[in-house]
């Protein structure tokens, strides 16, 4: 019997990774204790593994705090994967469009397991803007560009995504029992477009569209988001969502989509 790839995990990588992991937007910077606790490791480990990424430039230590931050050569690593990925190339001039056309931050995601993780952007010159999402994972199930893309997922992906992170309430707006999201993704696959209506953060809201690539499958989604007073329902129904679903049309072209009947695609 052929084994499976968990059994040839290496301990030390798996936690080494686990630090990188282990910061966020919102924490930039952990020191050894804490990353031992979260990690539940030996500081003494901890550290030894610090030391090791920071040596090949993967963290950097604050000499005044003494904590540790992500390195260059994380963001280098990053920027190599994104300079790679056909999608983000592909995708960049139909951002740039549909930012100066709406007004607002245009978004591209991916799909990855029950979170969509936000691979590029091109922000508004508006002075009010919302926090950026470039870089981060968050639920799909909460996000319009996670939704135009799960809704061309099968019942049975679905399902296995539940498992691996049940749908959960991020606002008191958020749709996260399966059989109302069910119904919902499937007037998103209806119409080629999901709404974000302060599911995600409050008062800020999003539209997104699937894009697809040469064999019809769903890659990722396109979309804009801003605060709610400029982006009404009624503005995000019959300007933006035409708008999104046109630059979505053209990213898939780019990717060898050919655009002739997109209700029969799947």
Known sequence: MKKAKSDYLIQSVSRALDILEAFTPGEGELGVTELSRRLKLHK??????????????YVEQDRESGNYRLGMKTFEVANIFTHHLGLVRQARPALD????????AAYLGVLDGPFVVCVDMVDTSQPVRVVSHLGRRLPAHASSLGKAQLAYRSGEEREEMWKRSAPASVTGRTLFDPARLTVELAQVAEREWALEDEELEAGVRALAAPIRDYARRVVGAIGVRGPGFRLSLERLETEIAPRVRAAARDVSRRLGFAVTNVANAD
Do not use: D, S
């Not at 003494?44 to 430039?57: K, S, W």
């Not at 469009?97 to 607002?104: I, K, S, Y």
């Open 44 to 57: 003494n480990n901890v550290f030894r593994l610090l030391a090791t990424l920071e040596t090949r430039g």
């Open 97 to 104: 469009q549909l930012a100066q056309a709406t007004g607002e």
